[in-house]
């Protein structure tokens, strides 16, 4: 098969397509010919040299895919191979092939082409699993998304609106419009006073649940900004690695602070991927399929041209995902 490939710590110009072994299933893991998957901010960071993949994960780059299950390893039940299917993966997804433990597999959402499934698994799981296992947001609570255009961000908000909860999110002023289309009921400059604003449109209480994705940036503004026993969750350090937090202010408002991360969770237990996975397919899939969330796909590249993938989204402006298309699959424009 082949994969893309990362000489070493860089830009895209250290990306190829080379061809690799195949893949082999091991006991409770499937193998998929892989239709597609998506760019994630953390694909970036893993490039340059400073995300490292777990151990005992591929050391390629992608972190979703969606395809065909071609190789069912011992002792699988309940999957076959042909099924469709996408999958949360710890890597590998920048390739023909990729294995895959069963516990996280999905199926393709009813209404959702296989290609496009690829767009669905690590956001989902990254906002069910910060946002509602842990944040425990609910009807009427109000939510803040920083960067509410992202891959997770664009997510978050079709969620958010759709377990009936208040949704302020953080944009530059160009993608307010989208914001809105995508379940923002305020939109905030996030260059501007943000937890002023969010004062503002939420009668003083501030934010319930706070998904962040800035680090150290933020830290100052989400605690000015969180109400009395609310959570900030923190999945991303874009921003800055550290930050000073106002303790007493926290403590004033009895909240809390969380930094999660759901690549490096074991894929068993009740915090693993496989729990996150299933509560993913028993909520979310089930709001895709009646309409009320939608994945959200900005542009279409070819897998073996990941690298000009990479440089669109580093250079800003990506509305939702970035799919990579193996188009010995599925066409890229299909």
Known sequence: MHAIMVSGPGGPENMSWTEVEDPVAGPGEVVLDVAAT??????????EGHYPPPPGASGLLGLECSGRIAEVGPGVVGWTVGDEVCALLAGGGYAEKVTVPVAQLLPVPPGVDLVVAGSLPEVACTVWSTVMMHGGLSAGETLLVHGASSGVGSHALQVARAVGAQVVATANSARFDVCRELGADVVID??????????DATEGRGADVILDNMGGTNLATNVAGVALDGRIVVIGV???LTGEVNLAALLARRG?????????????GSRGKGAVVAEVRDRVWPMIADGRVRPVVHARFSLSAAAHAHRMLAAGG????LLLVNDQTAPVNG
């Open 38 to 47: 998506a760019v994630n901010r953390a694909d970036l960071v893993q490039r």
């Open 238 to 240: 874009q921003g800055a």
């Open 256 to 268: 809390s602070i969380a930094a999660l991360s759901l690549r490096s969770r074991p894929v068993d």
């Open 318 to 321: 990506v509305v939702g995902k």
């Open 190 to 199: 996030y260059s501007g006073d943000v937890a002023g604003a969010l004062s």
